[in-house]
């Protein structure tokens, strides 16, 4: 069993940054790829990027590319992601997710096995 816990979230305004972070425990990652997803109200969970297990290829969302750096720390066991010039859009519920299968780079949710609770991130205008 895994367990995942995101932090970081916020009330932030336009243009600034904030830095997600999700814990993992029960189980060592460093061989799975790890995803977030944001889930805004009243739309269906949408894919941010992804991370490979040793953290050498990622792969990212058209929405957020150039603005959003998705990293892992293996050693603690941790994966970041680093979101700057925020957009009143980028307002979500973010969640953490690890993929156990064989999918080097997953981008569907449905290939994902355990999930985060979810961390808010409000940007105001």
């Known amino acids: 069993q895994v367990q995942l816990v995101e932090s970081g979230g916020g009330l932030v305004q336009a243009g600034g940054s904030l830095r997600l972070l999700c814990a993992a425990s029960g189980r060592p990652l460093s061989s799975y790829a790890m995803g977030w997803f944001r889930q805004a109200p009243g739309k269906e969970r949408e894919f941010v990027a992804v991370?490979?297990?040793?953290?050498?290829?990622?792969y990212y969302a058209d929405s957020v590319k150039g603005r959003f750096t998705i990293s892992r720390d293996n050693a603690k066991n941790t994966m970041y992601l680093q979101m700057n010039s925020l957009k009143p859009e980028d307002t979500a519920v973010y969640y953490c997710?690890?993929?156990?299968?064989?999918?080097?780079?997953?981008?569907?949710?449905?290939?994902?096995?355990?999930w985060g609770q979810g961390t808010q991130v409000t940007v105001s205008s």
């Open positions: 991370i490979s297990w040793s953290g050498s290829s990622t």
């Open positions: 997710a690890a993929d156990f299968g064989q999918v080097p780079l997953p981008q569907s949710r449905r290939e994902y096995d355990y």
